[in-house]
């Protein structure tokens, strides 16, 4: 039954009960429809069948040059992908502490800040397993990781993208995952085949993502990240 029919029937129901209800309006960003953890992945995700069937349909193809790519946004010069981090959804949060609400457990926001702004909380990273806290003034340690690097697609099909497409692209939660730093900086601008998770386990979900978005985006694939995806899916 639709929600705006749910409340009609208990606008109707409720005096006849004589029952007293507080009605609650809730402030802030909304909560994603699935958090991130050991062996999970971002909403909209293919499932390990999805992926591998996505997997054998994407073009193959060997990177192009970097040329033309630039990722900083400095003074008067337009970063590729737009300026970090946008409020795309237009949820009153950017994108950065959209994620941060996903991500992590135990989630304390900055006061008048409509619950926006993530000052604390508990991320299991899924890259290592491992679990840390998050604290606002060491924001550093637990950086949003691009699952499929900005540099990766711009030599895989981004190039020839529009700057809206390619903003979209930036901040879509569906390729944004929090982890830690030493995780975040040894994979870099990797792909699949260059650079896998700390722990094993959450391989097959990682090839699951990375499927996703590129099936996602048309962006192309490497014969050696194929085989690396491969066989990430064959632990599934």
């Given at each position: 039954?639709?929600?705006?029919?749910?409340?009609?029937?208990?606008?109707?129901?409720?005096?006849?009960?004589?029952?007293?209800?507080?009605?609650?309006?809730?402030?802030?960003?909304?909560?994603?429809?699935?958090?991130?953890?050991?062996?999970?992945?971002?909403?909209?995700?293919?499932?390990?069948?999805?992926?591998?069937?996505?997997?054998?349909?994407?073009?193959?193809?060997?990177?192009?040059?970097?040329?033309?790519?630039?990722?900083?946004?400095?003074?008067?010069?337009?970063?590729?992908?737009?300026?970090?981090?946008?409020?795309?959804?237009?949820?009153?949060?950017?994108?950065?502490?959209?994620?941060?609400?996903?991500?992590?457990?135990?989630?304390?926001?900055?006061?008048?800040?409509?619950?926006?702004?993530v000052i604390a909380g508990v991320?299991?990273?899924?890259?290592?397993?491992?679990?840390?806290?998050?604290?606002?003034?060491?924001?550093?340690?637990?950086?949003?990781?691009?699952?499929?690097?900005?540099?990766?697609?711009?030599?895989?099909?981004?190039?020839?993208?529009?700057?809206?497409?390619?903003?979209?692209?930036?901040?879509?939660?569906?390729?944004?995952?929090?982890?830690?730093?030493?995780?975040?900086s040894a994979k870099g601008d990797?792909?699949?085949?260059?650079?896998?998770?700390?722990?094993?386990?959450?391989?097959?979900?990682?090839?699951?993502?990375?499927?996703?978005?590129?099936?996602?985006?048309?962006?192309?694939?490497?014969?050696?990240?194929?085989?690396?995806?491969?066989?990430?899916?064959?632990?599934?």
């Amino acid at each position: 039954m639709p929600r705006s029919a749910v409340l009609v029937l208990l606008a109707v129901l409720l005096p006849l009960t004589g029952c007293e209800v507080e009605w609650q309006v809730e402030s802030g960003p909304p909560e994603p429809a699935s958090s991130v953890g050991q062996g999970d992945v971002p909403a909209g995700t293919l499932d390990p069948a999805a992926a591998a069937a996505a997997l054998a349909g994407l073009r193959v193809a060997d990177k192009t040059s970097l040329d033309g790519y630039e990722r900083d946004c400095g003074a008067g010069d337009g970063c590729v992908f737009g300026p970090a981090w946008a409020d795309v959804d237009r949820n009153g949060c950017d994108q950065r502490n959209d994620v941060l609400h996903r991500d992590l457990t135990d989630v304390q926001v900055r006061e008048g800040t409509q619950g926006c702004v993530v000052i604390a909380g508990v991320l299991d990273d899924p890259y290592t397993g491992e679990s840390i806290e998050f604290r606002k003034e060491d924001a550093a340690e637990v950086p949003i990781d691009h699952v499929v690097p900005l540099a990766a697609a711009w030599a895989q099909g981004a190039a020839a993208w529009t700057a809206d497409l390619r903003r979209t692209f930036a901040n879509d939660l569906g390729n944004l995952i929090a982890t830690t730093r030493s995780e975040n900086s040894a994979k870099g601008d990797s792909t699949a085949d260059e650079w896998a998770p700390s722990d094993p386990a959450y391989g097959c979900s990682y090839a699951t993502v990375v499927i996703t978005v590129k099936e996602r985006y048309a962006l192309t694939v490497s014969p050696a990240e194929v085989d690396a995806l491969r066989s990430m899916l064959a632990t599934c």
